[in-house]
């Protein structure tokens, strides 16, 4: 009988012990399901091109052969004002054209630029 009554009473002691011994923690539906974040850089990303950014792009990288102002014809490249978003990615990626695009000039002198990836949406609002 004393025995039983001994092993109760550390049985007691041993779950109070256990009770104490834990942290106190928020149960985990406390602060509901994490919130759904954004991927980044989808965020971020303009939904289209930036004529002014463009404009920067064009003016480093292009007015070497084109003329500063795409309308008219550069010392090497032609005027190439009015582009579209797909002739300026299938030359900047490819160095090619659209399909069924007829090219102003069958010359192979301008190089892809797909390091440029990025600008071709701000180079074709600069374009337009
Ligand atoms: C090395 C000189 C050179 C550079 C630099 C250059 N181009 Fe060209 N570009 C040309 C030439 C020359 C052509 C005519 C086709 C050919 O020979 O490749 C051309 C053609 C084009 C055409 C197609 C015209 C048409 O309708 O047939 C576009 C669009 C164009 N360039 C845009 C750009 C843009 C945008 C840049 C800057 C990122 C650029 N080019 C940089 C020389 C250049």
Do not use: N
Request: proline share 14%; net charge positive; glycine share 10%.
């Amino acid at each position: 009988m004393r025995l039983v009554r001994c092993a109760a009473a550390l049985t007691a002691a041993g779950l109070l012990l256990a009770a104490c011994g834990e942290e106190p923690k928020p149960p985990p539906t406390a602060a509901g399901p994490a919130a759904p974040q954004p991927a980044p850089g989808f965020a971020a990303a303009p939904p289209a091109g930036d004529a002014e950014k463009g404009r920067q792009v064009w003016l480093v990288q292009c007015v070497t052969c084109h003329h500063r102002d795409p309308g008219k014809d550069g010392p090497i490249g032609p005027a190439v004002k009015g582009s579209s978003e797909a002739l300026v990615e299938a030359r900047l990626l490819r160095g090619g054209y659209p399909p069924g695009y007829t090219p102003k000039r069958d010359s192979k002198v301008m190089p892809a630029r797909p390091d440029l990836a990025r600008s071709i949406a701000d180079l074709a609002a600069f374009l337009r």
